[in-house]
T-cell receptor, first 113, second 115 residues
Framework: AQSVSQHNHHVILSEAASLELGCNYSYGGTVNLFWYVQYPGQHLQLLLKYFSGDPLVKGIKGFEAEFIKSKFSFNLRKPSVQWSDTAEYFCAVNGIGTDKLIFGTGTRLQVFP | DAGVIQSPRHEVTEMGQEVTLRCKPISGHDYLFWYRQTMMRGLELLIYFNNNVPIDDSGMPEDRFSAKMPNASFSTLKIQPSEPRDSAVYFC?????????????FGEGSRLTVL
């Protein structure tokens, strides 16, 4: 079975600080990996995704994530956060051969000016 | 495209009442998913359909929950009878899997409050 762990439940940063959100997954095969973002009062939308190839994936709004297969990790990073990045961030895994997308419990990011 | 459309956006009901949540997926998408979001458990997959057929309902919490997809453009999630612990935001999402890309398109959710 697939599972995802996000260890940071709530992160508080000041603007311009660097961000790294942890994500670890469990699955016995090849995976597709995703980060979704949910801005306050809005629905989830895709931030970035990894299918294959370069393990460093760049997404929208300056976000990037690195897939480290040996660590089963897909951490999200941004060098300098903005107030508008305040949102909830969800890591998700789709095990190849399954139709499911399993989400982590989410990390709530608050950025203060 | 209008995206995934869910209704109602907000529902407040009393314990014991029947609740029906509705979803219209993006046209052409052949997968539809129902998720529940709570503070404690995050996003939980309840059930998903492929070509209108339920594939996996192992996430449905109890027999009080049921979901149907009578055609490619409509799905319902029903709770009968509702309980306060069912209070959550229920999201519908649709997808067209191409090589199992797994990218989902979410609706804006239905916020359910059971008193």
């Amino acid at each position: 079975a697939q599972s995802v762990s996000q260890h940071n439940h709530h992160v508080i940063l000041s603007e311009a600080a660097s961000l790294e959100l942890g994500c670890n997954y469990s699955y016995g095969g090849t995976v597709n990996l995703f980060w979704y973002v949910q801005y306050p009062g809005q629905h989830l939308q895709l931030l970035l995704k990894y299918f294959s190839g370069d393990p460093l994936v760049k997404g929208i709004k300056g976000f990037e994530a690195e897939f480290i297969k040996s660590k089963f990790s897909f951490n999200l990073r941004k060098p300098s956060v903005q107030w508008s990045d305040t949102a909830e961030y969800f890591c998700a895994v789709n095990g190849i051969g399954t139709d499911k997308l399993i989400f982590g419990t989410g990390t709530r990011l608050q950025v203060f000016p | 495209d209008a995206g995934v459309i869910q209704s109602p956006r907000h529902e407040v009901t009393e314990m014991g009442q029947e609740v029906t949540l509705r979803c219209k997926p993006i046209s052409g998408h052949d997968y539809l998913f129902w998720y529940r979001q709570t503070m404690m458990r995050g996003l939980e997959l309840l059930i998903y359909f492929n070509n209108n057929v339920p594939i996996d309902d192992s996430g449905m919490p109890e027999d009080r929950f049921s979901a149907k997809m009578p055609n490619a453009s409509f799905s319902t999630l029903k709770i009968q009878p509702s309980e306060p612990r069912d209070s959550a935001v229920y999201f519908c999402a649709s997808s067209f899997f191409q090589g199992h890309t797994g990218e989902l398109f979410f609706g804006e959710g239905s916020r359910l409050t059971v008193l």
